[in-house]
């Protein structure tokens, strides 16, 4: 059987595209797609419908999306210095690594995920 083998893009509605693109760059260091695509680096990812009535994120929201990220602290440090208001929680952290919750300039909710070192 023929199968997925990975996510060939994520794409959603924003109120300025272009200004939305600039941030995710700037701050996530993800391409904006006008001048390259972004090449992640191989990983794990996780693909996870949750129940509808879940309140692991906002309930207004239809999707949270997880980055995996190389230096957790490192990137809150720099999300803080901007201006971006981080969030975490102990419980949030596990097994699997540490995350963090930032939102993005249209409301989007970002988490951002440390892999537990193996």
């Not at 692991?56 to 990137?75: G, P, S, T």
């Not at 809150?76 to 300039?105: N, Y």
């Amino acid at each position: 059987m023929a199968k997925v083998t990975g996510i060939g893009g994520f794409f959603f509605r924003a109120r300025d595209p272009k200004a939305l693109a600039a941030w995710y760059e700037t701050h996530l260091g993800i391409n904006d797609i006008a001048k390259s695509v972004w090449t992640q680096e191989a990983g794990h990812t996780v693909f996870s419908p949750f129940n509808e009535d879940t309140d692991y994120f906002a309930r207004e929201k239809q999707w949270l999306i997880n980055f995996r990220v190389d230096d957790l602290d490192a990137m809150m440090a720099d999300l803080k210095v901007v201006g971006i208001a981080v969030e975490t929680r102990a419980e949030w952290d596990s097994e699997v690594g540490r995350f963090c919750r930032i939102h993005d300039p249209e409301g989007n909710p970002i988490e951002l995920w440390e892999p537990a070192k193996t």
